[in-house]
């Protein structure tokens, strides 16, 4: 159990009285442990709460634990205390503390009507504890305590409120201990701190807060499809800009070649005009020693390939004949050249002249 001064006690302990008509009664929790006492008609401000509802009205049972996994004794005894054809109109809570089992049943229309209470006060607690659970257990002993204007008994079995008859046949035999003022109030820390069995379980569970309820989603899809927009604007606005300043460096390349061939009239005109004028010097892609340099250097790791013939023609095409004792050998510089970008064409099939070499008339074209 927590210390009575610890300061993550502070709150409020309110208990509720038994009957509708009566006063409220509460008792202010702070760092210097639980204060006197008090009722009034208006709650003061607080932290946590925690409430007390009426021993006569929530009894409850005190067993040893059973040998078997904590939460499996709680689902037991909940199913346990549901049986009896009176589940659909009673509430029931379980709770485990100090290797006990404890239990309670209470009416449904008296959870409906304390939390409809508490609401219009303006409480929401988590925690509601029945009142008999404040006294203390002690072996072989009836405890008698009075919390507010309620007289409380607890025995080795059980808790509930102090009536006479109760008292006579549940504390038969056993020895009457009176709790003072002090350990009631050190109790109550302890109750505040940790409490033993909270009826907010099952269907009167406090309702969890999700994000789905709690997120303002129309302004998060506002935020979203703004910042969608901006994105797309923005990836317009470069587009634009790099069309922009494509166009104005296609301009000045076009005024460039025009001032060299004056027949141009667009960047394809002045590409084939070029072309054609460096062809005539024997210069650029469309040269003849660019792809003869090619295929000279496609030919020296392929030992058998030998030139038969060579020719160029204007247009720029390499003509030649490959001979080899293989057509693999031919097939390799074939390979060779198309993977450094040139345009080759071969006959479909390789075929064996008389002197049995493989041989394959081959033109080598710029890209």
Known sequence: MSDAASPSADGLILLLPAAPDEAWRHWRVGAAGVGPEQVVETLPEHGAVTVLVPGA???VADKPL???????ALAAERLSQGQGGLGAERHAAVGAADGRLLSCRIAAADMDRWLAALAQAGVDPQVMVPAGLVLPRQDGALV???LGD?????TQQAAFAAEEALVDVLGDGLEQVALDDDALLQRLAQIHAAPPLNLRQGAYAPRRVSVFRTANWLGLARMSATAALLGLLLT???????????SAEEARALELAQQRFPAATDLDAAERLLAA??????EGGASFAAPTAALLDAMRPVAGVKLRDLGYGADGTLRFTAAAPRAEDVNAVLIALQNNGWKVTVPPALAPDPTGATVAAITVRAP
């Open 277 to 282: 004028e460096l062809a005539k010097r024997g």
């Open 236 to 246: 317009l606005v470069w587009i634009v800009k790099w069309n922009i300043d494509s």
């Open 66 to 72: 059973p040998a078997m996994p904590v939460a499996q």
């Open 150 to 154: 309620q007289l409380l008994a607890r």
């Open 144 to 146: 008698l305590g009075r």
């Open 57 to 59: 009205l929530a009894p």
